[in-house]
């Protein structure tokens, strides 16, 4: 049984049952207080209160007659209302005398922009960037690796883990990144994260503020874009084109930090040149910023292999970041980022400050999946799936554009990009029609932050890991019915009083 936030004074001339009455009227007409919800008892609410049982029995006699509760032999009191008296739970029937410190949070709040607005109703195929194939957990591996950690070491449950993250994970970590992308980093150097977005707010809360300048690439992924927002840092955005960043646009005077993602841009795909990488570092060094290097879906590489990383070419100047969000799944929350070793103490120092460390058994488990190498074996099934799975997008693509307009990004990753030829309607018309026949199409804005206002949209990016082939086939024919229908509606005349053409679901 619950307890109302009740009080009584005796100073106001209202009689107690009329006291209780008011207030536990207020609650219900705020929300507070939801039909069906059950009432204390008298006997508890007037020990509770210091009142007789007369008083409270009064007060509940009140709320009868005002039709706000209802009285059920051998049950009790429960709230029974008419929907027409509820107000609107965000302006309850109290007001503050001032306005709250909080009060201009809301306005100011900005997202990781990693979940976008979902339709109202969801399409029935979603080419959703970033979200992995649902084979990627590899659920049976895990429930058995858990219930042998809970059976043999469950009092770690009554530990805290240690705020840089497990040492067996750390440990793991290092020796793969030194096998599959040469960095050469030791144990101490890995800190383990909720995922990339909280490694990206730990550096900016160290580096960025209102003198600071913070340099990314346009277009970037947005949860980095709007940290330099949230910190109020100068942003310097730079333009990308085949090879990357475009370097030789890079701001000359200092700068605090750099974010990009060069082994697959987000979001358009291109791989960074490693002549770009080598004038990056340089600018950096000139300039005292500090690179952070995301490499979110940089495990997947199809047709070619990927130029050394950042940071295994000036380890002193770049944070390395990686994510599991991608090669098992972004329900984990887990990632890492390898700090230079002058900063690893403060960044464990914040790590604690912000949630004393990662939940232990994640990691756990994890350490053990790669201690068995699950992972690697994981990694090129996974590898072989997506490719598959991109290849036939690459077919379906051909198959409604025939040939004409440009992909980037397939070499590597999850997603990839496709600028619309010139004659066509822009991207987010094309996505409209799309999603009219079931299939979610992005646009640019819908999944990335850009600095170009652009008036006439022109890419649309395409995520396929979490389609099965045979569904990306289905889907692209339904991208292919919308596209000729918008088609027919440009050519074929409409008729005084005709209706438009619909786009209903096939």
């Known amino acids: 049984m619950f307890s109302l936030p009740l009080s009584l004074s005796r100073q106001d001339s209202k009689p107690f049952k009329q006291q209780i009455a008011d207030q536990i009227a207020s609650l219900i007409r705020a929300g507070r207080l939801q039909e069906g ?33 209802e009285s059920r032999p051998s049950r009790g009191y429960f709230v029974t209302l008419e929907r027409t008296l509820l107000v609107n739970p965000k302006n309850p029937d109290f007001v503050l005398d001032r306005p709250a410190v909080y009060s201009g949070a809301a306005n100011s709040a900005l997202s990781s922009g990693v979940c976008g607005q979902t339709p109202a109703i969801p399409p029935r195929y979603d080419f959703k960037v970033g979200r992995p194939s649902l084979h990627a957990f590899p659920q049976r591996q895990f429930i058995t690796l858990s219930n042998q950690l809970l059976r043999h070491v469950s009092c770690a449950m009554a530990e805290y883990a240690p705020p840089a993250g497990l040492w067996g994970l750390r440990v793991q970590i290092a020796d793969y990144l030194s096998a599959s992308k040469a960095l050469k980093v030791e144990p101490e150097q890995v800190l383990i ?37 949230r910190h109020g840092a100068v942003a310097v955005p730079i333009p990308v084109d085949a090879e990357g960043l475009r370097t030789a646009l890079l701001p000359e005077g200092p700068a605090r930090l750099a974010y990009v993602t060069p082994s697959h841009q987000y979001p358009l795909g291109y791989t960074m040149s490693m002549a770009r990488r080598r004038q990056l570092l340089e600018w950096a ?9 995301d490499d979110y879906d940089g495990d997947f590489c199809y047709d070619s292999v990927l130029p050394l990383p950042l940071a295994a070419m000036s380890p002193a100047q770049v944070i390395y970041l990686g994510t599991f969000s991608k090669t098992l799944g972004p329900g984990l929350r887990l990632g890492y980022m390898v700090c230079p070793p002058a900063l690893v103490d403060d960044f464990v120092e914040r790590k604690a400050l912000l949630n004393n460390g990662s939940p232990w058994l994640t990691q756990a488990v ?58 066509s309607p822009d991207a987010n018309l094309i996505s409209t029609a799309a999603l009219g026949y079931g299939v979610r199409l992005y646009p640019l804005s819908h999944a990335a932050s850009s600095e170009v206002d652009d008036a006439n949209p022109r890419h649309l990016l395409f995520g396929y890991a979490a389609l099965e082939v045979d569904e990306i086939v289905r889907a692209m024919s339904r991208v292919n019915a919308a596209c ?3 088609e027919r509606a440009r050519h074929e005349p409409v008729e005084a009083g005709a209706l438009p053409l619909p786009c209903g679901s096939a």
């Open 193 to 229: 994260t909720a995922g990339s977005q909280e490694a990206l707010s730990l550096i900016a809360s160290h580096f960025l503020d209102r003198d600071g300048a913070a340099v990314f690439e346009s277009p970037c992924y947005t949860g980095f874009r709007n940290l330099v927002r």
């Open 37 to 69: 919800d059950r009432l204390p008892a008298i006997n508890r609410m007037s020990s509770l209160l210091q009142v007789s049982k007369n008083t409270v029995l009064g007060a509940y006699e009140l709320l009868i007659d005002s039709n706000l509760i």
């Open 484 to 486: 000729r229908q918008m």
């Open 366 to 423: 994890l350490a053990r999946y790669f201690d068995e190498c699950c992972f690697a074996r994981h990694l090129q099934y996974l590898r072989r799936r997506y490719q598959e799975q991109r290849d036939e997008l690459l077919r379906g693509i051909e198959a409604v554009w025939g040939g004409e307009g440009t992909v980037s990004g397939q070499n590597s990753g999850m997603h990839l990009a496709f600028e619309l030829p010139a004659d």
């Open 285 to 293: 060094g000139r300039s005292g910023a500090l690179v952070i290097e």
